[in-house]
Nanobody, 125 residues
Framework: VQLQASGGGLVQTGGSLRLSCALS????????AGWFRQAPGKEREFVAW????????DYTDSVKGRFTISRDNAKKTVYLEMTSLKPEDAAVYYC???????????????????WGQGTQVTVSS
């Protein structure tokens, strides 16, 4: 199983980006997915989580109302729509696949079985 994150780039404050995370390979069972980010000198932190069916999601407080996580299971792709970007959103963003059958949002990194390589988001002020 491999996750390929893309869509990062340089954007001005207030701008928008859409990140994608494409999964290749086979995963058995339903799986939730999440996005994390890591800024220089900081620990990797939770950003958003989405259930297998896409009807439940969870966000860290700092991105609520600005970011939207979604998924297309037919395309095996998870998205993170980011709007009203701020300089403090700048980081490397990672997508991850949760353990099969997870029902409740998982904010801790432990339990995610697969991780993408990360995509850089830079926000200029």
């Amino acid at each position: 199983v491999q996750l390929q994150a893309s869509g990062g780039g340089l954007v001005q404050t207030g701008g928008s980006l859409r990140l994608s995370c494409a999964l290749s390979g086979r995963i058995f069972g339903s799986y939730a997915a999440g996005w994390f980010r890591q800024a220089p000198g900081k620990e990797r932190e939770f950003v958003a989580w989405i259930s297998w069916t896409g009807d439940r999601s969870d966000y860290t407080d700092s991105v609520k109302g600005r970011f939207t996580i979604s998924r297309d299971n037919a395309k095996k792709t998870v998205y993170l729509e980011m709007t009203s970007l701020k300089p403090e959103d700048a980081a490397v963003y990672y997508c991850a696949v949760d353990s099969p059958g997870t029902y409740y949002p998982r904010r801790a990194r432990v339990g995610y079985n697969y991780w993408g390589q990360g995509t850089q988001v830079t926000v200029s002020s």
